[in-house]
């Protein structure tokens, strides 16, 4: 009999902690609406709450399987099996889980705190690959070199303390020298699979709308979007607008795109050039109303852009446009403060939750599956960081929750004491293995509440 339960889900705090926030937000109910099951065999819940929370265990899948003290009840082929599993609709899953958190972090946000669904983009580094499904070839412009990989496209809701992730695609250079690699499947229109892949090679800005007409009418539904320079061009932005969202963004200094302005149609940098400037250290340096046009539209748009000093170079302008026009010049600068929140959240999923190295699977479809696994990861540590009213960053909660496990580890040094107490019982007082038994248990009766919640003592056998 074994005195303490080994298997993973059972005897660490934070399988503890993810068993709770899958029961709460009836996970298993959300797999099955997107097609995550099985026929028979170990249940797709079983298998998804496990690699949901191997994350904080340090160690890797191999390292789990192949450890005598972990009780697993399932092998390598099928946590792959189920990843690679082209039927699941896992973009639907991570959209329908945040909108449940969203709902609830709603309850503890206060009315008059603007919220927005934020819009970017990061790189997905595999540059050790080359037979992955539609590996492409893309440029890294933060970094300022050329990688191969994805790009992984994020759109997630905002109350300025804490982001969610909502949606997200993974991204392949369409065609050319830079896709590097093909599909492996016999595209079918009609198949969930054929459609992740079409995704794939589509044009961001059509992915945006996508994404925001998911978005519109649900719990996760806020009145502005943010997005960064790349995203912003009259197009888009009339778009947008279109779909009854107001958008706050960063201006592209490009001679190409242009707004009416006093009856002209002129770039940002002839409009800064045309009006005085606001003496002083003011927190802007300009403000105006122009119309966003463009040939594809009939109709105009009034904005306001706000001309911000760069702290990085005091001689060069940032320019912010503002599709509220209500607002202040103040407001439309800490409203678009909030799009910061994305950047940590992108560093966290690739350095702490495993994104880009954790699974080294060839197939598109598996590919994404992990995608929405660590999506639900950031999701668990966001939820209980907002809970706890905790000031520390998700990524300090992500190594408080391993050290839990640390602490809690204590349990397996338990029960070799108490293997050497029965194994002590057995050759020097010579009693039988049912009186040992009935002394272990006695024994594990008289622990205080505290150690028995830590053990958890359910099946209470001694081998």
Known sequence: MNIIPRGMGKDNAIMMCCEKFLKRFQVNSLLRQVGATKEKGIPAYEIFAFLLGIIFSKKNLYTLLSDPKEQLSFSKDTVYRFLNKASVNWHMFVFLLSCSIVGFVKTLTSEERKSAIIVDDTAYYRDRSKKVELLSRFKDHSKNRYYKGFTL???????????????????????????LEGSHIKEDNRTLATRRRKEARTEKPKLVLDMLRRIKGTLAQARYVLFDSWFCSPSLILSIKGLGYD???????????????????IPISKIYGKCPKRRGRSKHLLSVTVEVCHKEFKETVPAKIVFV????????????????TTMSEDEIIALYGKRWQIEPFHQTIKSFLGLEKEFQGRSFDAISAHTAIVMARYLLLSLENRENKDLRSVNEGFRV???????????????????????????????????????????????????????????????
């Open 153 to 179: 496209l994020n759109a997630g809701w905002s109350d300025g303390q804490t982001y969610l992730p909502l949606d997200y695609r993974l991204l392949a250079n369409a065609e050319g020298k830079e896709l």
């Open 247 to 265: 958008v706050v963004a960063r201006m592209k200094n490009n001679d190409n795109f242009r707004y009416r302005f006093k009856g002209e149609l």
């Open 309 to 324: 000093r760069d702290k990085g170079d005091g001689n060069k302008w940032i320019a912010l446009i503002s599709t509220d």
């Open 401 to 463: 929750l391993c050290d839990e496990l640390e602490d809690i580890s204590f349990s397996f040094a338990f029960e070799l004491i108490v293997s050497a107490i029965s194994q002590s019982s057995s050759e020097f007082l010579f009693m039988d293995k049912q009186r040992i038994d009935a002394f272990i248990e006695h024994f594990i009766s008289c622990l205080p509440p505290f150690i028995k919640e830590k053990l958890r003592p359910t099946a209470c056998v001694i081998a």
